[in-house]
């Protein structure tokens, strides 16, 4: 338990929640790429392949870990697991934000060509998924690194000037 407790900067035991809920979730995904796969086969072959891709994809974020943590510059490892859901439930969220106000801007399928309403509707969800990825980094503990990450972004797309 120290072992990985060292390995992954852990200092507080509610610290193991983020390694858990990463193990979980990179499980589900297993699973969830072992079915598309393979849909009716024995439960039994599933779970085999959903084991090979869960070591497989365990050894690919292990090397995506190291990597990022020194170019974000993190302090705890455990923090990368905390990055990827605030980026996950963002994404997510985004779209659950931006579908009503597409609704209530009267912007449908019907009335616009589908370009047109896919544009919009990226767009959309591109605004608020920029507001919503600073609000849930700072419910998760990470504001300032969420902050300087959507500076960054958005100087890279042309709003220096407001973020200088």
Do not use: C
């Amino acid at each position: 338990m120290e072992k990985l407790k060292s390995r992954w900067d852990i200092n507080k035991n509610w610290q193991f929640v983020f390694l858990l809920l990463g193990i979980v979730g990179l499980g589900y995904s297993s699973y969830k790429l072992s079915l598309l796969l393979i849909k009716d086969q024995h439960i039994g072959f599933v779970i085999l392949l959903s084991l090979f891709f869960f070591f497989i994809l365990l050894k690919i974020v292990l090397k995506l870990f190291d990597r990022l943590q020194k170019k974000w510059k993190v302090n705890y490892r455990w923090e990368l697991i905390n990055i990827f859901f605030v980026f996950a439930i963002t994404g997510s969220s985004s779209v659950y934000v931006g579908r009503p106000i597409i609704k209530l801007l009267g912007i449908t399928k019907e009335n616009l060509p589908a370009f047109a309403y896919w544009t919009l509707y990226i767009l959309i969800g591109f605004i608020f998924y920029q507001v919503l990825l600073v609000l849930i980094g700072w419910l998760f503990g990470q504001y300032q690194f969420f902050w300087n990450f959507e500076k960054k972004m958005l100087r890279r797309i042309g709003f220096k000037r407001l973020v200088d």
